[in-house]
């Protein structure tokens, strides 16, 4: 998913259970079935291991993840691999091969700058001498153990991992793409939409009940998509702005536009999921506290669509004020709180880096949230996105 800056030095609390008290939003519409909510494992179980990595997929649908999610960027020889970003140098070991230096650039990526390394300037041998390294070593330390360890994975390789995994745990393991920037790599002679394409129909995955569900920021990927794939597709939101490709297209459609009933109505002629940041559906205050839900969640309902919120960290720095814990910010809060929350307005999907934690909350029968009483301390750490 896509990165959204959050505010340096964010003010984050130490926080004292209150017994008793409620401190979850209201829920905006009869519960649904728990049993039933879909566990996405953003980038496998990015909590425990490097993002994309065989071990993190495999650690997460063993923690009980329905899907596993690969971000596709392309080769210069346009084979599909998996990394966050095509920029590769905090997600491998790149910068500190010698052999690659000369290959550093600057380019612009959906109207911004970016220097660093570029997938599409690798061929899918030279990507494969590479080792994944951990993005947030500053606040997932531990999982810096892994560093060096895991190559780069193609998309085949993804499906062909969670088609053993299927068979190794007896139930079908779903995998859940998204096309990054594929304006950009469209305009370079590098379209995404065409391998991802070929790839799902060459598995024997092309039907509506795929286990394949298609994601993307920007709605003209995911129509072409439609034009030729019959599986399910995932219209994801960020907060502010909007989609890159309508923003190159001269269309002031913003996502704020996409989430109102009227947006809503039209994703649903191509797509079946939508997938916002959980602060659409529950804001948070300047302070950082919950704020009032939104009506998103029963919006979507009624449009005929599928709702899956991204994305559940259990770091304080990345949960309401009320649920943080302990001394510092990547210290763990109370995130089952969190998803009981989201649980209790009627969402069908979770994207976490945790999907232990997902899986635990949803398993859970009457669990009451408790109010918190906070006392300020200093992040002291650097910007990291929500999503």
């Known amino acids: 998913m896509r990165k959204i800056a959050v505010t340096t030095a964010t003010t984050l609390a130490v926080l004292v259970p209150l017994a008793g008290a409620a401190a979850a939003p209201a829920a905006a519409e009869p519960a649904a079935d728990r049993s039933k909510v879909v566990v996405i494992g953003h980038r496998g179980a990015a909590g425990h291991r490097p993002e994309h990595t065989q071990g993190g997929y495999e650690l997460a649908v063993a923690m009980g993840a329905d899907w596993i999610e690969p971000d596709l960027v392309p080769t210069k020889d346009h084979v599909l691999v998996v990394r966050h970003e095509n920029e590769i140098s905090g997600t491998t070991d790149v910068s500190l091969r010698p052999e690659f230096a000369a290959r550093r650039t600057t380019k612009v990526v959906d109207g911004r700058d970016v220097t660093g390394w570029f997938t599409e300037d690798f ?32 998309f085949q390789e993804v499906l062909d991992l969670a088609k053993r995994l299927s068979r190794q745990y007896g139930r079908q393991v ?14 370079i002679g590098l379209p995404l939409e065409e391998p991802l394409i070929e790839t799902v129909k060459r598995n024997g995955l092309d039907r509506p009940n795929s286990p394949v569900v298609v994601q993307s920021f920007e709605p003209s990927s995911l129509k072409r998509v439609a034009k030729e794939l019959r599986v399910p597709l995932w219209q994801a939101l960020g907060t502010t702005g909007r989609p890159y490709d309508l923003t190159a297209a001269g269309d002031p459609t913003t996502y704020a536009d996409m989430m109102k009933p009227e947006g809503l ?16 559906a529950i804001p948070v205050n300047p302070d950082g506290g919950w704020g009032t839900p939104t009506t998103l969640v029963s919006d979507a309902h009624k449009a005929g669509l599928k709702i899956g919120v991204y994305t559940f960290r259990s770091e304080n720095q990345y949960l309401p004020l009320q649920l943080r814990r302990g001394q510092a910010p990547t210290d763990h809060g109370d995130a089952l709180a969190e998803y009981r929350a989201h649980l209790d307005l009627g969402v069908d999907a979770f994207v976490t880096d945790y999907p232990d934690a997902a899986v635990l ?18 992040n002291g750490l650097p910007d990291e996105g929500r999503e």
């Open 123 to 154: 061929t899918l041998a030279e990507l494969k001498t590479l080792r994944a390294v951990e993005r947030l070593p500053a606040i997932r330390q531990r999982n810096t153990v892994y560093n060096g360890y895991y190559p780069v994975l193609t």
């Open 174 to 187: 779903g995998v859940f793409p998204e096309t990054k920037h594929p304006t950009y790599f469209r305009s």
């Open 265 to 280: 109505a039209k994703i649903a002629q191509y797509a079946r999921w939508i997938g916002p940041d959980k602060s659409s």
């Open 361 to 378: 909350a949803k398993s859970e029968r009457g669990k009451p949230n408790k109010l918190v009483q906070p006392q300020q301390f200093d």
